[in-house]
C-alpha cells in the first residue's frame, strides 16, 4: 500500500464517526479512498466535504466537542490555512488524530516533500508523530487514537508521513485485523460531550488575564502527562504487532563516534549509507525521531552522550539566521551535558529536493575527517 | 442578588480542562444592575402584539399564555428596544429614568 492506502485502511479500521475534509496534495488520496469506503457503506463516518481546511478542522473540532470520534486529514497549505484551529483543538482538549503528508510551504509554491508544514505548528500544542516509511505511518495513526484519547492527555495529534516519498510509494506493511484494532483503541467515551443533555456546559469561552495562564499551564502539564501514555502504549501496541516503538530509533549508535539526527524518509536512506560506511570502518550511527511532540529532551540526550560530533538534518529551514527547528531543538537538549558533543546542521531536502546515499555518505566522510568545524549550520545538496 | 466580587480564583490543578464553564452561570450575573432607564409596561394598551419579546436581547421579557406579563428587572439592562418596537400609541412601554425608582 501507499502511505495514504495506509492512512485510509487505519481510519476505515478505526471507522471514525465524523471526517470533515478539503484536498491537497499530497494527502487528497487519503480522503479520496475512504470517501470511496463511505460511498459503499464499508464504514459509519459521516463525511463533510468543508469549503476549505479552516473549515473541515472546525467541523471536525465541533463534532470532537459533541462527542464522536472526528478526523481530517491536509499538507502543506491546508495545515497553514487551519492554523488558528489547530490551537483551538488543542486548548478545548479534543483528541483529534490527524495525518498530514508533509509538503513545502510555499511560496514558491511546492508540491513535494519537506518539514516545515508540520514544524511550522509545533507549537500549536498538537502531539507530533513522524513516520519514516508506510508501516511505522499505519502503526504510528493506530497508536495516536489511544494516545489522544487518554482522560491524562488529551491533546490532539499530528501523524505526518513524507509527501509523495511516503504517501504515494507502494511499500510492504504488516496490517492488524479489523477485530485487533477495534479491541486495542476501545470505543470512544468522553467523560464530557455537548451533546450529554444531563450535563450541560458550555465550550469554548472567554478567558481574562485571571484564568487563561492556568489554563494553557493545564495544556503544557497534559503533553507531560503524554509521555508515559506514549511509552505505555508503545507497550500495548508491541504486544498486538510485534513491532516496538519508541521515542527514538537508535540505529547502529552502540560503538558510533558520529551521529546523524534526522526525521522522517531521510532515515531510511541515512540506514544504507550508515551500513556502507561502517563496511569502510567509519563508525557513524543515527538516531531517528520518531515523537517530536513532546519533544524526547530526555531520550535524546541518553542517545547523543558519548557521540563526539552530531549533525542534524533538517528538513526545512527557520530562517532564523541559525538553521532549522531540529537542529536548535536537539542541541538545547544536549546543553546540560557536562560533556557537550559538538552540535552541527544540515539542512536538505527542501520542497522535495532527493537526498541520495551517496551525497550522505559524503557528509559522513568529511564529519569522520573533521577536526575543527567552520561552519554549524550547513546547506546540502544547493547549487551555490 | 448583587455579582460577587470576591471570589477565591482558582488554581490550574483543580480548574476544569479544556476551557469548560458549567451550562447557565449567566443566570447569576445579574445584568440589570447597568440600566441607568427602566422601560415601564402599562397592561392597558398592550395588545400582546409579542414585538418586545422578540426583539428584546436579553430576552428580560416574559410572557404567558401568549400574553405580555412582565419585564424581568434582575437581567434588563435598560436598552429601551421594546419601547422602540412597540406599535401601540400611546406605546405600552416607555423608558423612564432609573433614579426616580431608587429606593
Keep these: 500500500m501507499s502511505g495514504d492506502e495506509a492512512v485510509a485502511e487505519a481510519m476505515r479500521q478505526i471507522n471514525p464517526d465524523v471526517v470533515a475534509a478539503y484536498p491537497i496534495t499530497p494527502a487528497t488520496e487519503i480522503i479520496n479512498i475512504f470517501s470511496k469506503l463511505i460511498a459503499e457503506g464499508k464504514v459509519k463516518s459521516e463525511f463533510i466535504a468543508a469549503e476549505s481546511e479552516h473549515s473541515a478542522l472546525s467541523a471536525a473540532i465541533g463534532a470532537s466537542a459533541a462527542g464522536v470520534r472526528a478526523m481530517t486529514a491536509t499538507a502543506s497549505q491546508g495545515l497553514a490555512l487551519m492554523h488558528e484551529m489547530l490551537y483551538i483543538a488543542a486548548g478545548l482538549r479534543l483528541p483529534i488524530v490527524m495525518p498530514v503528508a508533509n509538503r513545502a510551504l510555499s511560496s514558491p509554491i511546492n508540491i513535494h516533500c519537506d518539514h516545515s508544514d508540520t514544524m511550522g505548528s509545533r507549537d500549536a500544542g498538537w502531539l507530533q508523530f513522524y513516520s519514516e516509511n508506510v508501516q511505522e505511518t499505519y502503526d504510528n495513526f493506530i497508536q495516536a487514537i489511544k494516545i489522544s484519547e487518554h482522560p491524562d492527555v488529551l491533546l490532539p495529534t499530528i501523524v505526518a508521513l513524507d509527501g509523495f516519498i511516503t504517501s504515494h510509494s507502494m511499500q510492504n506493511l504488516k496490517i492488524l485485523s479489523d477485530h485487533a484494532v477495534k479491541i486495542f483503541i476501545g470505543e470512544y467515551k468522553p467523560k464530557r460531550f455537548l451533546l450529554d443533555l444531563k450535563h450541560p456546559y458550555s465550550l469554548g469561552g472567554f478567558d481574562l488575564s485571571d484564568y487563561f495562564f492556568e489554563h494553557k499551564r493545564q495544556q503544557s502539564q497534559a503533553m507531560k502527562n503524554s509521555v508515559g501514555i506514549i511509552a505505555k502504549v508503545a507497550e500495548k501496541f508491541e504486544k498486538i504487532s510485534g513491532r516496538r516503538y519508541g521515542f527514538l530509533e537508535e540505529y547502529a549508535m552502540e560503538d558510533a563516534q558520529i551521529a546523524l539526527v534526522g526525521i522522517g524518509s531521510f532515515c531510511g536512506v541515512a540506514k544504507v549509507a550508515i551500513e556502507n560506511l561502517r563496511e569502510k570502518g567509519i563508525k557513524a550511527g543515527l538516531v531517528k525521531v520518531r515523537v517530536f511532540r513532546p519533544f524526547p529532551y530526555k531520550e535524546i540526550s541518553s542517545a547523543l552522550r558519548k557521540i563526539s560530533l552530531v549533525a542534524v538534518m533538517d528538513r526545512s529551514d527557520s530562517l532564523n539566521n541559525f538553521g532549522g527547528p531540529l537542529f536548535n531543538e536537539v542541541r538545547s537538549a544536549l546543553y546540560d551535558l557536562a560533556e557537550r558533543p559538538t552540535v552541527i546542521n544540515y539542512i536538505y531536502g527542501l520542497g522535495g529536493r532527493d537526498i541520495s546515499v551517496k551525497e550522505i555518505e559524503n557528509v559522513l566522510k568529511k564529519l569522520a575527517k573533521t577536526k575543527i568545524i567552520k561552519k554549524i549550520v550547513n546547506y546540502l545538496g544547493v547549487r551555490e | ?103
Design chain 2, 1 to 103: 442578588m448583587r455579582l460577587k466580587t470576591n471570589v477565591k480564583k482558582i488554581g490550574w490543578k483543580k480548574l476544569a480542562a479544556g476551557d469548560i464553564l458549567e451550562a447557565g452561570s449567566a443566570l447569576n450575573y445579574h445584568t440589570g444592575n447597568w440600566r441607568s432607564r427602566r422601560p415601564v409596561f402599562e397592561k392597558k394598551t398592550c395588545i400582546n402584539c409579542l414585538k418586545c419579546w422578540i426583539f428584546c436581547p436579553d430576552a428580560a421579557i416574559r410572557i404567558k399564555n401568549k400574553k405580555v406579563f412582565k419585564i424581568d428587572l434582575r437581567y434588563c439592562k435598560g436598552c429601551g428596544i421594546c419601547a422602540v418596537a412597540c406599535p401601540t400609541n400611546p406605546k405600552t412601554i416607555v423608558m423612564k429614568n432609573e433614579n426616580q425608582f431608587k429606593s
